[in-house]
């Protein structure tokens, strides 16, 4: 049997990590002292109370040997795929590695250095999901998700520039003209780097549709099986508009949306919102 686990990045919803039997690996959230499990024992919302509070970002550290290693059985026979955020953003992909090492393992975990975030992970991870149920070996897995993980396209327009300032992805000076200017960026994951490609001014349904729109040749051309609408925290009116949209394309099989965890928000901020989809 080919097992499918994910770190806790991949921002998958409860309901679809059951329905395609996905299994969490935890990174951490350190807020001062206290240290916690994401999506276990902390929401986004407590972390912003926390924030703004000490006006400063969150720490995130990647998944110990021992956490990873809880979500291993070195007795049986399983294989296992697992997925990492971005090793340019984290040492969870090398930690998992660690960790198949450790417990005598490697020949039956492959782990996947996703070169994303968020539910630019989880694309791929319910990819695998539904070839390890259509009794796909674990290497024909790792070979089709190398193949299609650099078509993935995953970005998001942010609300406020604070986060990133805090987290030291923006600078003061940037910070506050954006603030002032009202200015909202597109930021999108390239070649497993976060890049800044775009600015976009007005109200928060103005920049958000036009975040959106700008997409439209690119969504339409897009594989066809689902799109995510991922958030940190949007007015419901917002995330309707963007559906409704996505819906009058008429182009794809299923639109999902999901919240972004703990550790993802600790970078973005509340207001954040990203349409992440597959290329063909």
Known sequence: M?????????????????KYNVGIIPLFVRLGED????????????????????????????????????????????????????SSMSVSFHNIRLAADNYRMADRVHVIDSANLSTGIGLQVLRAAQMAKEGKTAAEIVADIEAIKSKVRASFVVDTLVYLHRGGRCSGLAALAGTALKLHPRIAVAEGAMHAEKKYRGNSKKYVMDYVKDMEA????????????????????????????????????????????????SHCGP?????LFIAQ
């Open 2 to 18: 080919v097992r499918i686990l994910s770190d806790s990045t991949c921002d998958l919803s409860k309901e679809l990590l059951e």
């Open 35 to 86: 240290e916690y499990l994401d999506g276990i024992n902390i929401t986004p919302e407590d972390l912003y109370k926390w924030s703004d509070e000490h006006g400063e970002t969150p720490k995130t550290a990647a998944p110990s040997v021992e956490v990873i290693g809880k979500m291993l059985d070195p007795k049986g026979d399983d294989e296992y795929v697992v997925f990492a955020i971005s």
């Open 271 to 275: 207001g954040t919102l990203g349409v």
């Open 218 to 265: 690119d969504l339409k051309s897009a594989r066809k099986e689902r799109v995510f609408i991922t958030h940190s925290g949007c007015d419901e009116e917002i995330v309707d508009m963007v559906r409704q949209y996505l819906e009058g394309l008429n182009h794809f099989d299923e639109i999902l949306e999901t919240r972004a965890g703990s550790v993802v928000s």
